[in-house]
């Protein structure tokens, strides 16, 4: 059985080698709460980044001409906000979508082809099982703070190559937003 330091490594290691990137034309959903917690971290450590949200129907953080996060750093291919990055960044590639018929949030893993992590996930189901949990956490505290406009926009973008995992019941509170 793999230790917790191995798992780390073998995120790191998955991610660091992977030729698809996940952080170009990502625009991650951020609430009011982590956007204050991503400025006063961008602040504490001195990043010199200015406005580094785009406020449209909802808010996410800005891309660079490339079409990459401004948080992606190109060099070392990481986060430069990885401690307190956007809910849907520390899910991934757990995703989910909400169906208002059943009244369920459903969950979704992307397919391999689209992310080498997600096949090593589903082939170690301990991995998979840690990590979901940890992803259903940020999920659900992201759809519940998540204003109405901002939810509704999100959940109309497409997933596709991912495959349905799971499912359970959602607040009336996220439902009614939708
Ligand atoms: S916030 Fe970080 S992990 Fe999320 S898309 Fe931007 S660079 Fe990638």
């Known amino acids: 059985m793999q230790t917790e330091g191995e798992r780390q490594k073998n995120f790191f290691d998955v991610c660091g080698t992977c ?13 009011l709460r982590r956007k204050e917690i991503i400025e006063e971290y961008l602040k504490k450590h001195k990043i010199p ?21 401004i948080f992606y750093d190109k060099a070392t291919r990481k ?13 991934g590639p757990v995703t989910f979508d909400i169906n208002k018929q059943t009244g369920k949030i459903e969950w979704y893993l992307k397919m391999e ?5 997600a096949g090593v996930m ?7 099982v840690k990590h979901f949990e940890a992803a259903r956490k940020e999920i659900l505290r992201l759809v519940k703070e998540l ?8 959940l109309k973008r497409e997933e596709p190559e991912t495959f349905k995992i799971g ?11 939708i």
Do not use: M, Q
């Open 19 to 31: 030729k698809i990137n996940c952080c170009w034309d990502a625009r991650p959903p951020i609430t």
């Open 49 to 69: 980044i200015e406005n580094p949200f785009v406020h449209t129907e909802y808010t996410f953080p800005r891309e660079n001409v490339d079409g990459y996060c």
């Open 79 to 91: 986060c430069i906000v990885h401690p307190v990055k956007p809910e849907t960044c520390v899910a």
């Open 113 to 117: 082809k689209i992310c080498p992590l």
């Open 122 to 128: 589903y082939k170690e189901k301990n991995l998979l």
């Open 147 to 154: 204003p109405p406009e901002a939810l509704k926009t999100i």
């Open 167 to 177: 499912e359970e019941e959602i607040e009336s509170e996220v439902l009614n937003k």
